[in-house]
């Protein structure tokens, strides 16, 4: 099958891996306490959710790809998303949480009719790879699609084709609107069932039935999905009031060069970006992360606290730092405030940065 129907559409294609927005409690790399990352051993395994095999799409629709890469683990060197073996998306090193299942979701386009095979590949560094094949079914407007029809199966109703069923992938937050800075109204644990109504106009957050709740939202990424294309679009509920609290790292400095064996200091500027005064202190830790496979050096880096921060206020805080590992190898320094999410905030994705990359100098180290 040639791949000339989506080659135009390809680079408005947006591969969308967790691991960029972290939304549910528990998620922001907190190993205090809980010492090296786990091992995952053994080649990853995909799983593909949507589409299904021989699933039908008309001409113009957008197909959404949801699969997961389940024994994932820090060791991921890239996962792929092919389209009739041409590659539709692609990310380096997605697993920068060291999770053991990383979900992702991309969209496809579609134009001409045709037979298609979508394929979604991870590989690790050591060259293990996982591959999954979905085959798919595009058919022009107004045409049959060739499978076969069942008897006495009734039309869709309105009614039915109103919603579209889900299954959580992980534990998930939900809450008032599209977005993380909407108040919380629940909890969903993995596997749940969950009946979507409606997407965002960016179809990165789901709009379900929940109970008595007049508004609940979930992230898309966290949900497993059939074809959504025809569930309409909402915009939700507008956007709260600025207010609450929200600590991000603004910048990592480190001394150079680091030398092993030697003390150093690293500086992280943190900011409260939120209308509200934190209150209390937060915990700071800092990481060194090898630069090739992700790999934490730092068994249980010892915390260093921010002091509570009013709206807009800035503050530097030192973490002296004793490197003794991987000499000669490029590595880099992650700087995590509030660590294990003590702390309350607005948004819980941007407590992470990272600092420039360097090489760590033999000195006097054997």
Known sequence: MQFGVASARIHACRLMLFGVMLLSAGCNLGFIGEGAPPSFDGPPAIKIASPTP??????????????????????????????????????????????A????TIDW?????????????????????AREDVSILVVAAGAKSDA?????????????????????????????????????????DENRQIT????????????????????????????????ISRLPVESGPPLPAAGGVNLVVLDVQIDAPLVCGEESIV??????????????????????????????????????????????????????LTLTERIDQEQFIRAVVDSGNHLPETDETDNTRNSAAFVLQKGDCA
Do not use: C
């Open 267 to 320: 500086r992280a500027r943190i900011q409260n970006t939120g209308a509200d005064e934190t209150q209390s202190v937060a915990w700071v830790i800092a990481e060194a992360i090898l630069l090739n496979d992700g790999s934490s050096l730092i068994e249980d880096p010892p915390p260093a606290y921010v002091k509570t921060l009013k709206a807009d206020e800035e503050h530097t805080v030192e973490i002296p």
């Open 54 to 99: 021989n699933q039908s799409f008309l001409a113009g629709a957008t197909v959404i790809v949801q699969a997961r890469v389940e024994n994932a683990g820090p060791d991921l060197a890239r996962v792929s998303v092919l389209l009739d073996e041409a590659l539709l998306g692609e990310k380096l090193n997605p697993n920068e949480t060291n999770a």
């Open 196 to 227: 979507i109504i409606a997407v965002n106009p960016t179809r990165t957050w789901y709009r379900i039935s929940q109970d008595d709740q007049a508004e609940a939202w979930v992230y898309a990424e966290f949900v497993s999905a059939a074809d």
């Open 101 to 104: 299942v990383l979900p992702l």
């Open 109 to 129: 386009p579609t134009s001409k009719p045709g037979a298609f095979t979508i394929s979604v590949l991870a590989e690790r560094n050591d060259g293990a790879i």
């Open 148 to 188: 076969p029809e069942k008897p006495d199966t009734p039309a869709p109703s309105a009614a039915n084709e109103s919603h579209v069923t889900g299954t959580m992938l992980q534990p998930a937050r939900i809450r008032q609107g599209p977005g993380a800075t909407f108040d919380l109204v629940g909890n969903l």
